[in-house]
C-alpha cells in the first residue's frame, strides 16, 4: 500500500511559480513510475509529467520547457516545480504512482493523493 499526499497548491499571479510536493509512504521501490496529473472539472484528466525509478522524465505538451518534476528519494517526496504559470494551468494536481513497471505514459496508476488545487490569476 502506497499513501500519497500533496501540498504546495494555492492562488498564483500569470508568469509566477508555484512548487508542489507529494509526500509519499509505503512501499515505492524496485521498478516504479510517478506522476503528476491534473484535472479541470468537466474535462478528461491529464498527465503533467512522470517520473521512473530509473530517473527517466516526461512532461505533457503543454508544459515542457515550464515545470520541472523531480524526486528525492531520501525524502520520499515528488516535486513539481511550475514556471512561467498560465491561466490555462488552473486545476487540481495530483500525484500518483504505480508499482513494477516503468511505463509511466498512461492514467492507469493504482495509488493517488487527493490533490492540490492551483490556480493562475489573471
Known amino acids: 500500500q502506497v499513501h500519497l499526499v500533496e501540498s504546495g497548491g494555492g492562488s498564483v499571479q500569470a508568469g509566477g511559480s508555484l512548487r508542489l510536493s507529494c509526500e509519499y509512504s509505503?512501499?515505492?521501490?524496485?521498478?516504479?513510475?510517478m506522476a503528476w496529473f491534473r484535472q479541470v472539472p468537466g474535462q478528461e484528466r491529464e498527465m503533467v509529467a512522470a517520473i521512473d525509478s530509473d530517473g527517466f522524465k516526461d512532461y505533457g505538451d503543454s508544459v515542457k520547457g515550464r515545470f520541472t518534476v523531480s524526486q528525492d528519494k531520501a525524502k520520499h517526496t515528488l516535486s513539481l516545480q511550475m514556471n512561467s504559470l498560465k491561466l490555462e494551468d488552473t486545476a487540481l494536481y495530483s500525484c500518483?504512482?504505480?508499482?513494477?513497471?516503468?511505463?509511466?505514459?498512461?492514467?492507469?496508476?493504482?495509488?493517488w493523493g487527493q490533490g492540490t488545487q492551483v490556480t493562475v490569476l489573471s
Open positions: 509505503g512501499d515505492v521501490y524496485g521498478q516504479y513510475c
Open positions: 500518483a504512482t504505480e508499482k513494477f513497471t516503468t511505463y509511466c505514459l498512461t492514467d492507469d496508476y493504482t495509488f
